[in-house]
Protein backbone atom coordinates (compact mmCIF):
# COMPACT_ATOMS: atom_id res chain seq x y z
CA UNK A 1 0.00 0.00 0.00
CA UNK A 2 1.05 3.45 -0.72
CA UNK A 3 1.53 5.74 2.14
CA UNK A 4 -0.78 8.83 1.72
CA UNK A 5 -2.17 11.36 3.49
CA UNK A 6 -5.97 10.92 2.95
CA UNK A 7 -8.54 13.81 3.26
CA UNK A 8 -11.09 14.18 5.60
CA UNK A 9 -13.54 13.38 3.23
CA UNK A 10 -12.00 9.82 2.54
CA UNK A 11 -11.73 9.52 6.16
CA UNK A 12 -15.23 9.84 6.94
CA UNK A 13 -16.18 7.37 4.49
CA UNK A 14 -13.75 4.96 5.95
CA UNK A 15 -15.30 5.64 9.55
CA UNK A 16 -18.30 4.93 8.22
CA UNK A 17 -17.49 1.76 6.96
CA UNK A 18 -16.07 1.09 10.59
CA UNK A 19 -19.26 1.89 11.93
CA UNK A 20 -21.26 -0.93 10.43
CA UNK A 21 -19.05 -3.13 10.96
CA UNK A 22 -18.86 -2.41 14.92
CA UNK A 23 -21.78 -4.20 15.67
CA UNK A 24 -20.64 -8.42 16.74
CA UNK A 25 -24.47 -9.45 15.22
CA UNK A 26 -23.28 -7.64 11.88
CA UNK A 27 -19.96 -9.77 11.64
CA UNK A 28 -21.90 -12.66 13.00
CA UNK A 29 -24.18 -12.09 9.40
CA UNK A 30 -20.87 -11.48 7.06
CA UNK A 31 -19.30 -14.54 8.87
CA UNK A 32 -22.76 -16.74 8.07
CA UNK A 33 -22.44 -15.58 4.54
CA UNK A 34 -18.92 -17.03 3.81
CA UNK A 35 -19.72 -19.99 2.36
CA UNK A 36 -22.37 -18.42 0.22
CA UNK A 37 -25.39 -17.09 -1.00
CA UNK A 38 -28.07 -17.36 1.43
CA UNK A 39 -31.98 -16.35 2.41
CA UNK A 40 -32.92 -15.12 5.78
CA UNK A 41 -34.10 -17.73 7.26
CA UNK A 42 -30.98 -19.50 6.01
CA UNK A 43 -28.78 -16.14 8.00
CA UNK A 44 -31.62 -17.05 11.31
CA UNK A 45 -30.54 -20.72 11.52
CA UNK A 46 -27.08 -20.33 11.69
CA UNK A 47 -26.94 -16.77 13.71
CA UNK A 48 -29.67 -17.80 16.21
CA UNK A 49 -30.65 -13.72 15.67
CA UNK A 50 -34.27 -13.02 15.51
CA UNK A 51 -35.49 -12.25 12.30
CA UNK A 52 -36.28 -8.32 13.05
CA UNK A 53 -32.56 -8.05 14.20
CA UNK A 54 -31.25 -9.86 11.07
CA UNK A 55 -32.90 -7.75 8.47
CA UNK A 56 -32.68 -4.68 10.37
CA UNK A 57 -28.42 -5.62 10.34
CA UNK A 58 -28.55 -6.68 6.29
CA UNK A 59 -30.00 -3.11 5.52
CA UNK A 60 -27.54 -1.47 7.14
CA UNK A 61 -24.56 -3.58 5.86
CA UNK A 62 -26.22 -3.41 2.35
CA UNK A 63 -26.46 -0.07 2.33
CA UNK A 64 -22.46 0.40 3.66
CA UNK A 65 -21.63 -1.82 0.39
CA UNK A 66 -20.58 -5.32 2.37
CA UNK A 67 -23.44 -7.09 0.79
CA UNK A 68 -25.43 -7.57 -2.12
CA UNK A 69 -29.37 -9.08 -2.67
CA UNK A 70 -31.04 -10.37 -5.19
CA UNK A 71 -34.54 -11.85 -5.37
CA UNK A 72 -35.76 -15.82 -5.96
CA UNK A 73 -38.90 -16.03 -5.96
CA UNK A 74 -40.36 -14.41 -2.90
CA UNK A 75 -36.83 -15.19 -1.16
CA UNK A 76 -34.30 -12.54 -1.05
CA UNK A 77 -30.81 -13.89 -0.93
CA UNK A 78 -27.89 -12.27 0.82
CA UNK A 79 -23.68 -12.71 -0.23
CA UNK A 80 -21.47 -10.82 0.51
CA UNK A 81 -20.75 -7.73 -2.21
CA UNK A 82 -16.80 -8.85 -2.05
CA UNK A 83 -14.10 -11.09 -0.07
CA UNK A 84 -12.07 -8.05 1.23
CA UNK A 85 -14.46 -7.51 4.37
CA UNK A 86 -13.43 -11.35 5.12
CA UNK A 87 -9.87 -10.08 5.04
CA UNK A 88 -10.47 -7.42 7.15
CA UNK A 89 -12.11 -9.66 9.61
CA UNK A 90 -9.08 -12.34 9.43
CA UNK A 91 -6.25 -9.53 9.54
CA UNK A 92 -7.94 -8.21 13.21
CA UNK A 93 -8.01 -12.17 13.91
CA UNK A 94 -4.99 -12.92 13.31
CA UNK A 95 -3.92 -9.74 15.28
CA UNK A 96 -5.82 -10.76 18.16
CA UNK A 97 -4.05 -14.12 18.37
CA UNK A 98 -0.81 -12.88 18.38
CA UNK A 99 -1.71 -10.33 20.85
CA UNK A 100 -3.21 -13.43 23.42
CA UNK A 101 -0.03 -15.39 22.48
CA UNK A 102 2.40 -12.89 23.36
CA UNK A 103 0.43 -12.09 26.60
CA UNK A 104 0.13 -15.89 27.36
CA UNK A 105 4.11 -16.22 26.47
CA UNK A 106 4.31 -13.42 29.59
CA UNK A 107 2.50 -15.20 32.33
CA UNK A 108 4.40 -18.68 31.01
CA UNK A 109 8.11 -17.29 31.43
Same mark, same amino acid.
Given at each position: ????????????? *? #????? #? $??????? &? *???? $???? &???? !?? *????? %?? !????? !?????? $???? %?????????? #????????????? $? =???? =??? @? &?? &??????? @??? %?
Amino acid at each position: MVNKTLSAEQLRL *I #AHRFK #A $LAEPSRL &E *ILNA $LRPG &EQTV !SE *ILEVT %GL !SQANV !SRHLQV $LHAA %GFVDRRKDGV #ATRYRLADTDVLK $L =CDLV =CGR @L &ER &EVAATRK @LFE %G
